[in-house]
Structures are given as structure tokens and as C-alpha cells.
Nanobody, 123 residues
Framework: QVQLVESGGGLVQAGGSLRLSCAASGRTFINYDMGWFRQAPGKEREFVSAVSGSGGTSYYGDSMKGRFTISRDNAKNTVSLQMNSLKPEDTAVYYC????????????????WGQGTQVTVSS
């Protein structure tokens, strides 16, 4: 069973950058497709990005394209989310998630979740 721990959240001004990381335990990390989701207060959980187990295929939510980049290092069991040109509307708790069977846009299809890390973007 893979366990996920996110880090890297914080407070940043609009236009700034943050890099989130998700560390996974277990020896089968490459078998999992990884996703990032976010949830702002009073809103539903939103798809941010996903990457295949090999790292060869990635997907982004529409408002993240061109600003966010997902990557993974299977040797280190980590997946990262580089977030540039941050906007106040990016403020949310960001969650790392894992599933097998291909990257997915749908949070319900991910079986493993981290505890989340807060990202706050000030205007």
C-alpha cells in the first residue's frame, strides 16, 4: 500500500511560484498513476493535473495549462507540481492522489490520498 505525504505549500504573492512535492512510500510507486487535486473552501474538489506511472503522459485542468507542470521521479518515489504565475483563485488545499489503471480527471477514481497542503495566493 502506498502512503502519500505532500509538502511545499505556503503563502505567496500573486504572480509568484511554488513547488509542491508528494512523497510516496512503498516499492511499487511506478505502478501508480498520480494526480493533484485542490479544494477551496465551499467548493468541490477540482482536478489540477495527473501523470502516468512512467511519467510519459500528463494532463492538466484548463485553468492550469501553461502555468503548472507535473513531474515525477520514480527513483525517489516523488511527484511534483511546479506552479508558476499563481493567482488568488489558486488558493486551496492541494492533495496528491494515486490510482492504478491510467491517469484520471475524476477524484472518485483515486483510491489513495495524502493529507493535503495549503496554498494561499495573496493579491
Amino acid at each position: 500500500q502506498v502512503q502519500l505525504v505532500e509538502s511545499g505549500g505556503g503563502l505567496v504573492q500573486a504572480g509568484g511560484s511554488l513547488r509542491l512535492s508528494c512523497a510516496a512510500s512503498g516499492r511499487t510507486f511506478i505502478n501508480y498513476d498520480m494526480g493533484w487535486f485542490r479544494q477551496a473552501p465551499g467548493k468541490e474538489r477540482e482536478f489540477v493535473s495527473a501523470v502516468s506511472g512512467s511519467g510519459g503522459t500528463s494532463y492538466y485542468g484548463d485553468s492550469m495549462k501553461g502555468r503548472f507542470t507535473i513531474s515525477r521521479d520514480n527513483a525517489k518515489n516523488t511527484v511534483s507540481l511546479q506552479m508558476n504565475s499563481l493567482k488568488p483563485e489558486d488558493t486551496a488545499v492541494y492533495y496528491c492522489a494515486a490510482r492504478a489503471g491510467g491517469p484520471s480527471y475524476y477524484s472518485s477514481e483515486y483510491s489513495l490520498w495524502g493529507q493535503g497542503t495549503q496554498v494561499t495566493v495573496s493579491s
